[in-house]
């Protein structure tokens, strides 16, 4: 049994889920397991236009904690994202990367994932096409968010850890059931 399935089966079993289906280990609550993009993603992500030039997009890249940037246009419709890689491609291939605007730096073909795509299916798009993150967009194709793979990570260390707590607390149950006899 992998540890998503321990943890399905953690998060559905009467015994450990309080009325709302929120786990209980050691009386503290955890989060129930992300099963959809929204469950993860980073919602309203901060967006470049276009017309940003490039040392706007390097600005960005030191003031804020993000490898990726969705490239917006008005109001909310996605255009194409920028990497940290994009910006070193761009230093190294450019000869005057200093006239360079968003648009010319920007990944045209992205890939995008609705709110209520499977969690399992965005990470494994990530993983087959080897990108980083994933734009999430509504109907109509406006940018609710992004899920990047530090979201992932995050996820599943909190999946891993609340596994590893229920299996120390099954050995410690174990344990004392033993010595009691």
Same mark, same amino acid.
């Not at 995008?112 to 509504?138: F, H, Q």
């Given at each position: 049994?992998? #540890? ?8 559905? #079993?009467?015994?450990?889920?309080? $009325? ?14 992300? @099963?959809?993009?929204?469950?993860? *993603? ?5 967006? @470049? ?5 490039? !040392? $706007?997009?390097?600005?960005? *890249? ?8 969705? +490239? +917006? ?28 605007? =968003? ?9 995008? +994932? ?7 299916? =965005? !990470?494994?798009? *990530?993983? !087959? ?7 999430? +967009? ?23 850890? #609340? ?11 174990? $344990? ?6």
């Amino acid at each position: 049994m992998n #540890s998503s399935q321990i943890t399905n089966r953690l998060i559905r #079993s009467n015994e450990n889920n309080d $009325e709302a289906g929120v786990s209980m280990l050691d009386d503290r609550k955890i989060n129930p397991v992300p @099963l959809r993009v929204a469950d993860a *993603m980073t919602w309203d992500p901060i967006t @470049l236009s276009p017309h940003h030039t490039f !040392a $706007e997009v390097v600005s960005f *890249m030191a003031q804020y904690p993000f490898r990726h940037f969705l +490239v +917006v246009e008005s109001p909310r419709q996605l255009v194409g994202v920028i990497s940290d890689r994009d910006v070193l491609r761009a230093l190294a291939r450019t000869p005057n990367w200093q006239a360079t605007y =968003a648009h010319e730096l920007m990944s045209r073909d992205v890939i995008v +994932v609705k709110p209520d795509t499977e969690l399992s299916l =965005a !990470a494994g798009t *990530m993983l !087959a096409k080897r990108i980083n993150c994933l734009p999430v +967009v509504d109907d109509s194709g406006n940018i609710c968010g992004i899920i990047t793979s530090t979201d992932l990570l995050k996820r599943y260390c909190t999946i891993q850890e #609340s596994v590893e707590k229920k299996h120390a607390l099954d050995i410690s149950t174990h $344990e004392s059931h033993i010595s009691s006899r």
